[in-house]
């Protein structure tokens, strides 16, 4: 079936640094990746969507400047939480849609940022 | 717009007994509906989705769910549940288009008790 990874699966930074996650879809080609955020005990949050060889569209009141996305291939998506802040803290997860167009979003296993 | 209500935050059973989440949904148009599951600190699992046909539709681990478009439902059941079942649960709306972006409810913790 089809597999996303995330690596990594955890990560502590300091204040004021920044962090980079990725996202692999490991045996389909992903036109579309998505980025969510998780806070604790409260539903998945879309912060934006990715398409292979262009600008990410950011929902509303997601900082573009300050979570930034590179989707560089088919594969492969990035988020870079730059200048990061103890509020930045939370479970990041991704997932990817298939060339094929199905409607199924395949998802990673998250990666948990906590910032000091 | 389109939004999803699951009812219950938290649902606790005991083993082996049948169980229902609840799931609504609002939208002006078609959508395509899921289920999710969720095992603490894992990425979300696709337990079922309906995108046409018949509307009872069944999933993995014996898991089944019912869209009723008159009700804007889409209840997620399953008939006996194991301890292996305790997770978090997510309904999901997506009204396709180009970008196919999901709409996810809160979440029902589904808490199943020996």
Redesign the interface.
């Known amino acids: 079936g089809a597999v ?1 990874s ?1 690596h990594p699966s955890r990560v502590i930074c300091k204040s004021g640094t920044s962090v980079k996650i990725e996202c692999r879809s490991l045996d389909f080609q992903a036109t ?1 990746m ?1 980025w969510y955020r998780q806070f604790p005990k ?3 949050m ?1 912060m934006a ?1 990715s398409n292979e060889g262009s600008k990410a ?1 950011y929902e509303q009141g997601v900082e573009k400047d300050k979570f930034l996305i590179n989707h560089a291939s088919l594969t492969l998506s990035t988020l870079t939480v730059t200048s990061a802040h103890p509020e930045d803290s939370s ?1 990041y ?1 991704c ?1 990817a ?1 298939d060339f094929q167009g199905s ?8 990666t ?1 940022l906590t910032v000091t | 717009a389109q939004s999803v209500t699951q009812l219950d935050s938290q649902v606790p059973v005991f083993e082996e007994a049948p169980v229902e989440l609840r799931c609504n949904y609002s939208s002006s148009v078609s959508v395509y509906l899921f289920w999710y599951v969720q095992y603490p600190n894992q990425g979300l699992q696709l337990l079922l989705k309906y995108l046409s046909g018949s509307t009872l539709v069944k999933g993995i681990n014996g898991f089944e769910a019912e869209f009723n478009k008159s009700q804007t439902s889409f209840h997620l059941r399953k008939p006996s549940v194991h301890i292996s079942d305790t997770a978090e649960y997510f309904c999901a709306v997506d009204r396709g288009g180009s970008n196919y972006k999901l709409t996810f409810g809160k979440g029902t913790l589904l808490t199943v008790n020996p």
């Open positions: 996303v995330q579309t998505f409260k539903s998945l879309l969507t569209t479970f997860i997932s849609r409607y199924e979003q395949y998802f990673g296993p998250g948990r």
